[in-house]
C-alpha cells in the first residue's frame, strides 16, 4: 500500500542532542513538507521540498536541517539550537501540479528530558 | 505572511447540536481552502474548496467558501460524540502549494 512512514512514532531527546526524524514516501510524490503542532495550535510550516536536492524554509526554520537526496525520503534533523523543540512532528508529500492530494504520515512525537 | 484564523477555539455541544466552524484567511496568491479533522495523529481530510459559493457535502458534513470575504464555513448538522475531534482549516497559496493552518477549533459533543 501507499503511503507515508515516519518514524520514530515517540523520541526522547537529551538537552543539547541532535536528533534526525525519518520521514520516507512511496507515491512517487514530488513534494514533501515537514510541519510541527504544538497543544492547542495548529500546524506550522518547517520546510518544505519541491523536487530531490532542493529545499526551502517554512515560517519557523530556525533550529532544524533538511535534506532531500532521494525523492522518497525527507529526513528531518531537530538541532541542539531549537530552544523548544517538544512538539508532534507530521510529514505530508503531494504530487506536483493542480492536484491538491496532500497525504500526512502519522507522526512523530519528539520530547525532550 | 499569509494568515489563517479559525473561531471558535473550543465548543462543546450535546448529540444532536449543530456546529457551525468558521475560518477566515488572508493570503497571497490562494489556491484552495481544504478542511481536516485530526482526533490522535495524523489529519483526515474532509473537503477541498476553490470556487464561491458552492456547497461542499459529505453526510452530515458540509462546507462553503466565500472568496470575497475571505471566509469558509464547515457545518455539521444531527452531531455525534464520534465527531469529537480538533477541525483545522488550511489555505493552499503559492507556487509551492503549502498549507497554511488556522489553529484549529476543539469540538466536544457530550453524549
Known amino acids: 500500500d501507499g503511503g507515508i512512514t515516519q518514524s520514530p512514532k515517540y523520541l526522547f531527546r537529551k538537552e543539547g542532542q541532535n536528533v534526525t526524524l525519518s520521514c520516507e514516501q512511496n507515491?512517487?510524490?514530488?513534494?514533501m513538507y515537514w510541519y510541527r503542532q504544538d497543544p492547542g495550535q495548529g500546524l506550522r510550516l518547517i520546510y518544505y521540498?519541491?523536487?530531490?536536492?532542493?529545499?526551502q524554509k517554512g515560517d519557523i526554520a530556525e533550529g532544524y536541517s533538511v535534506s532531500r537526496e532521494k525523492k522518497e525520503s525527507f529526513p528531518l534533523t531537530v538541532t541542539s539550537a531549537q530552544k523548544n523543540p517538544t512538539a508532534f512532528y507530521l510529514c505530508?508529500?503531494?504530487?506536483?501540479?493542480?492536484?491538491?492530494?496532500?497525504?500526512f504520515g502519522s507522526g512523530t512525537r519528539l520530547t525532550v528530558v | 505572511e499569509d494568515k489563517v484564523v479559525q473561531s471558535p477555539l473550543s465548543l462543546v455541544v450535546h448529540e444532536g447540536d449543530t456546529v457551525t466552524l468558521n475560518c477566515s484567511y488572508e493570503?497571497?496568491?490562494?489556491?484552495?481552502l481544504l478542511w481536516y479533522k485530526q482526533e490522535k495523529k495524523a489529519p483526515t481530510f474532509l473537503f477541498m474548496l476553490?470556487?464561491?459559493?458552492i456547497e461542499k457535502k459529505s453526510g452530515r458534513l458540509s462546507s462553503i467558501l466565500d472568496k470575497k470575504e475571505l471566509f469558509s464555513i464547515l457545518n455539521i448538522t444531527a452531531t455525534q460524540t464520534g465527531d469529537s475531534a480538533v477541525y483545522l482549516c488550511?489555505?493552499?497559496?503559492?507556487?509551492?502549494?503549502?498549507?497554511?493552518f488556522g489553529s484549529g477549533t476543539q469540538l466536544t459533543v457530550l453524549p
Open positions: 505530508a508529500s503531494r504530487v506536483q501540479g493542480e492536484g491538491y492530494g496532500y497525504t
Open positions: 507515491l512517487n510524490h514530488d513534494a
Open positions: 521540498s519541491q523536487i530531490v536536492n532542493d529545499f
Open positions: 493570503v497571497t496568491n490562494f489556491r484552495s
Open positions: 476553490t470556487s464561491s459559493g
Open positions: 488550511a489555505v493552499v497559496s503559492g507556487s509551492a502549494r503549502q498549507l497554511t
